[in-house]
Structures are given as structure tokens and as C-alpha cells.
């Protein structure tokens, strides 16, 4: 009897490690080469995308897929072809779902991200697409082209501000209608002849700046309303005071 509880808790044991060790986080920066401090690549955000399909009753349903334990599966970086490119690939939901972030630098050395494509895959494995409408099994395709993130070269880019990304093709049954992008830090091309430390100077972004500027007058009437009414406790208690030593003489 003893034996078999054992084996029985070996096997618990086992299942439970072997579903927990294919739970992988998202890194804390997306470097590249990972096993070099001569990077070409550097950044971290959080995303969400977001997927519209048809069930099998016919009901259209919106679908968020967010960037998270759950999730992640892997990602690769691509700095070489062409040297103006580096593309951030993004690998979700078990591999079947990958996200392509394309960041390019001009001829004046000005970066931005300037195409998001990928694909989602339907198919029995997948828990976030539940009961999808039959003929939808396989790869469903999505792209667009963007200017987003611009910055200078040799500087990073930082938005904790969320940033939508549309312009999807839309189709009858499956459609992308936006990637989110939250609390951003981006430095596509860093200088790779040199070790990295940190990320370089920072341009913030105008959405930060302008949530910055509208917090400062509200902090500035909170600490003026706390001093009125410091002020103002003062005075009563010094009030009181004074009118009980006038009682007593």
C-alpha cells in the first residue's frame, strides 16, 4: 500500500513540474544577442492584442490576448538583413501566435518602429479562441505599417502612456484590431561596439509629458489646500487658547 501512495505522489509530483516548467516570463529587457554584452537590440513593454472572430453561433466576440506568463513562448531578434532593420519577433500561445515588431533607422539616423505584422493560428490547442466558427482552423495573416516611436539614433525612446496600433486589414471572420503598447523602452540601435550598461539618454513621449504637466497644478493645489488648512487649525487652536487664558484671569 505504501509503494503505490508513493508512486502516486511521484507522479503528482512530476505532472506538476512538468506543466509548471513550460510556463515561461516575458524577459525584463528584449536584448540581442542574449549571450553577449555587445548588443544590437534593447527594449521591454507591456502588449496586449487584440483579436475580433466569428463563434460557431454566429456571434462576433472581441478577444484580448495579453503579453504575460500565460502567454510567452519565446522571441529572436534579427540585426543583420538588412543592417537598416532590426526586428523584434515575438513568440505567443505555444508558438502559434507571433507578433513582428520592425524597427528601422533612416538616412538622416532617425529610428521608429515602422511595420507591426504577424499571425495568430486557430486550432484546438489555443484556450483564448473558444469555440471559433468552422473553417477557421490555420494561420490568419495581419499587417500594417506604421511611424511610430521616433527618435535618434544613439538615444532611447520611453512612453508609459498606452499607444494603440491600428490599421489592420479587416476581414470577415478574423481580424486583428489593435496591438496596445504600454510602458515602453526602446533603444533599436544601440552602439554594438561598445558593452551595455544602460539604456542611453531618453526622449520621453508627448502623451507622458502632457499627463506630466496636467499632474503638477493638481499637486501644487493639494499641498496649498494641506498649508490653509494647517493655517487654519492653528488659528483656532491658538484662538482657544487664548480665550481660556482670559477666562482664568
Given at each position: ?13 512530476s ?28 527594449g ?8 475580433d ?13 495579453p ?64 469555440n ?7 494561420i ?18 520611453r ?6 496600433i ?39 513621449c ?17 499641498c ?11 488659528y ?14
Open positions: 500500500m505504501v509503494p503505490k501512495m508513493y508512486c502516486i505522489f511521484l507522479l503528482f509530483v505532472v506538476f513540474l512538468a506543466s509548471s516548467a513550460y510556463k515561461v516570463s516575458p524577459p525584463a529587457n528584449f536584448t540581442w544577442p542574449t549571450n553577449s554584452k555587445k548588443i544590437c537590440f534593447v521591454r513593454f507591456d502588449l496586449v492584442l487584440n483579436v472572430y466569428i463563434q460557431t453561433s454566429g456571434e462576433k466576440v472581441s478577444v484580448k490576448v503579453l504575460n506568463n500565460d502567454t510567452y513562448e519565446s522571441y529572436r531578434v534579427s540585426c543583420s538583413a538588412p543592417a537598416n532593420i532590426h526586428e523584434l519577433t515575438v513568440s505567443m500561445l505555444d508558438g502559434f501566435t507571433e507578433i513582428i515588431l520592425d524597427f528601422t533607422v533612416d538616412s538622416k539616423n532617425m529610428t521608429s518602429l515602422s511595420r507591426v505584422y504577424g499571425y495568430i493560428t486557430f486550432n484546438d490547442k489555443q484556450t483564448y479562441f473558444k471559433y466558427s468552422a473553417g477557421l482552423d490555420g490568419h495573416k495581419f499587417s500594417s505599417n506604421e511611424s511610430l516611436f521616433m527618435n535618434a539614433r544613439g538615444s532611447s525612446y512612453c508609459n502612456t498606452k499607444t494603440v491600428q490599421g489592420f486589414e479587416k476581414h470577415q471572420n478574423v481580424t486583428v484590431t489593435s496591438i496596445d503598447i504600454e510602458n515602453l523602452r526602446v533603444e533599436p540601435f544601440p552602439d554594438d561596439t561598445a558593452e551595455f550598461s544602460d539604456y542611453s539618454v531618453e526622449k520621453v508627448a502623451a507622458d509629458i502632457a499627463k506630466n504637466s496636467n499632474l503638477i497644478p493638481i499637486i501644487v493645489g493639494a496649498l489646500a494641506v498649508l490653509v488648512i494647517i493655517v487654519l487649525v492653528a483656532l487652536i491658538g484662538r482657544r487658547r487664548s480665550r481660556n487664558g482670559y477666562q482664568s484671569v
